[in-house]
């Protein structure tokens, strides 16, 4: 698809942008998003009866199991061309703040520094009960129908559960990150909202709020969204293709970028 060259033009004059990121911008990594539907060993639960805290009470060993399915997913995935491109524009943008919603590490390892994660990091779990952090050891186990579900470790402080090191629905995101990217939403001059459906909020808020606050807005995405007509620009295609493509159109002047 073409990039438009008035989005060019903002991005380049641009001194704050945000880079808001969900679960699409790593689909080319190989990590299912949430809301698609999910196949072979979970295809009888939707990630909205896993990631939460009743779940967890109720079966903690089902819950622990899926997240240490997708934290496998999560070690043998690389980044990909969208998490590159993120990562090369913080040499150009004079300051970038990148907001995800995802537990997954492949912006960090795309190259991208501070990272504002809102729903946590699912290779940093906790004690539910003192929060003590927890340090996984080795690889998760691979899982069949019969192993799938799996004893969460036991806090070696409190003997509590170790819990995934994420933000479950119907809890609070952190305040610092929430703060931060709140604070970064409302004091950009473009915003660029990357593979999410914008339905879980607070997060999913932050694209309107910088379109108030005057910012230009942008989202990226192959699939309608609840933000289709609320922003300046719609981008309908993968992520890993239209970011590198924006990049070199924004920058290329420059120093000839290859990403
Ligand atoms: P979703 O699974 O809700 O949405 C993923 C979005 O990515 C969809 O809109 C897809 O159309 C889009 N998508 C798929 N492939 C893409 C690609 N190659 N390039 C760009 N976009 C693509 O994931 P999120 O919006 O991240 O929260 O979900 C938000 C939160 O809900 C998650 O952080 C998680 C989840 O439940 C918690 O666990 C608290």
């Known amino acids: 698809m073409d990039i438009p060259d008035e989005l060019v033009a903002r991005l380049r004059a641009a001194q ?7 679960a699409g911008v790593s689909a080319e990594s190989g990590i299912p998003t949430f809301r ?68 997954d590490d492949l912006h960090e390892r795309a190259g991208s520094h501070d990272v504002v994660h809102l729903h946590g990091s699912i290779v940093r779990p906790h004690c539910q009960r003192c929060r003590q952090p927890f340090t996984a050891q080795g690889s998760p186990p691979s899982l069949t129908a019969d192993t799938q579900k799996i004893q969460p470790p036991t806090c070696t402080h409190c003997g509590g559960h170790i819990r995934p090191g994420v933000v479950w629905f119907g809890e609070s995101l952190p305040t610092l990150e929430w703060e931060a990217a709140n604070a970064a939403a409302r004091n950009c001059d473009v915003f660029l909202c990357v593979g999410t459906s914008a339905v879980v909020y607070p997060a999913a808020g932050l694209t309107l709020i910088a379109h108030r606050a005057g910012a230009t807005t942008a989202q990226i995405n192959p699939n309608p969204t609840e933000l289709d007509g609320d922003v300046s620009f719609d981008l309908k295609g993968a992520a890993g293709v239209i970011l590198p493509a924006l990049v070199q159109k924004t920058w290329a002047h420059e120093c000839g970028v290859a990403i």
């Open 16 to 22: 704050n942008v945000v880079v808001f990121t969900g």
């Open 36 to 103: 698609e539907r999910q196949t072979g060993l979970w295809e009888r639960f939707s990630a909205e009866e896993l990631a939460t805290p009743s779940a967890f009470e109720r079966d903690p060993a089902l819950v622990w199991g899926w997240y240490e399915w997708r934290r496998a997913k999560v070690l043998s995935a690389q980044p990909n061309p969208a998490h590159l491109a993120i990562a090369a524009m913080e040499k150009h943008v004079p300051h970038l703040t990148l907001v995800t919603q995802n537990v």
